[in-house]
């Protein structure tokens, strides 16, 4: 049995079960694939006091650092189901059970993808999700952003002031942003924003993105953009489904945490992307799992 199991092997879970192990409590970590999203991740500036690294140096020190303590990481392995007997229990698809006084959920999440025709072979090579991450990687050049909801204007707004000019590409007969962005990407003269437009194929030499085909779904003529960068913005996934009435989530399906980390189910607490932050970044995902671990263990001290 564990004090502590940690669901989840990205920033936040590795954070957590760190401090989690600093504290003397027997913890387990349960992860379908170690390291998350970082492992998909080719370049990372922004990662305080690390000026540059990439996603699987990061991932193999993630794990070096979590394995410097005693903790049983269990690697490829998927929780389906969480529930509360005497103690807490969360089994895998395999069908063992695990037992546990605290659980952190750091399940993290996945960008939706268009699934076109060259965004898999361009991931990384001029088709990114993040514009915190990637943004400055298309100084002075040309770029899309997919999706005229929140995500994408503020993405739009953020890249004008970066990269040369914008086209924001929006599937529907109009935006879903909030008028006051509307308002604030439309004032800045390098943005263009294409309502009824359909992504049909990412383009490349080989090696980067060169541009990208649309469809005009009002008059169906095909179009394309030269360019050097995509920004997909049609959301964000979190990794929660298998939660579903266990505990609460917020309608987009993130596990709505307190100051403590700590969800609807006394004792279960969520960290990360998975969860309802606002903002989702390796330090902030870092800093959770940080926050889960001190609230499981303040959690543990005060019930058992
Ligand atoms: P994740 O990293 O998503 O980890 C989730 C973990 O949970 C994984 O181990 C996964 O296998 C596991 N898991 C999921 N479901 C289950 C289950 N049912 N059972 C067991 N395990 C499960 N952020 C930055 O700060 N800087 C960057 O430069 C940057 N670049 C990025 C580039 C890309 C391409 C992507 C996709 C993201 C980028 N991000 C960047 C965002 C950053 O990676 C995330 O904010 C961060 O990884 C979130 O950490 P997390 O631990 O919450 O979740």
């Known amino acids: 049995n564990f004090d502590v199991l940690v669901v989840g092997g990205g920033p936040a879970g590795s954070a957590a079960a760190i401090y989690a192990a600093r504290k003397g409590l027997n913890t387990g970590v349960v992860a379908e694939r170690f390291g998350g999203q970082v492992a998909d991740t080719v370049g990372i500036e922004n990662f305080i006091s690390v000026k540059e690294t990439e996603g699987p140096k990061l991932v193999a020190n993630l794990e070096a650092h979590v394995r410097h303590y005693e ?17 807490f229990e969360l089994e895998l ?3 063992a059970v695990l037992k546990a006084k605290t659980v952190i959920l750091s399940t993290g999440a996945r960008w939706r993808e268009m699934n076109v025709p060259g965004e898999k072979e361009y991931r990384g090579r001029g088709v990114a999700y993040c514009p915190h991450c990637d943004g400055p990687l298309f100084k002075g050049k040309r770029v899309a952003v997919i999706g005229g909801g929140n995500s994408g204007i503020e993405a739009a707004i953020d890249l004008a002031g970066i990269v040369e000019h914008v086209t924001v590409l929006e599937f529907d007969s109009k935006l879903r942003a909030d008028a006051v962005l509307v308002k604030k990407a439309q004032s800045m003269g390098n943005i263009d924003i294409v309502l009824n437009a359909q992504s049909t194929e990412v383009l490349g030499d080989g090696s980067k993105v060169t541009g990208i085909n649309y469809t005009d779904r009002v008059t169906g003529e095909a179009k394309h953009v030269a360019l050097a960068g995509i920004f997909v913005q049609i959301g964000l996934v979190p990794n929660t489904e298998w939660l579903r009435g266990t505990l609460e989530l917020t309608n987009r399906g993130e596990i709505i945490v307190d100051s403590h980390g700590q969800t609807s189910m006394k004792g279960v607490f969520a960290a990360g992307d998975a969860t309802n932050t606002p903002f989702k970044q390796i330090i902030i995902a870092m800093g959770s799992g940080a926050t889960a671990s001190l609230g499981a263990f303040d959690y543990l001290i005060r019930n058992s």
Not at 71 to 87: C, T, W
């Open 71 to 87: 903790v049983d990481i269990m690697h490829s392995q998927k929780a389906v189901k969480l529930s509360q007997n005497e103690l």
């Open 93 to 95: 698809a395999n069908g």
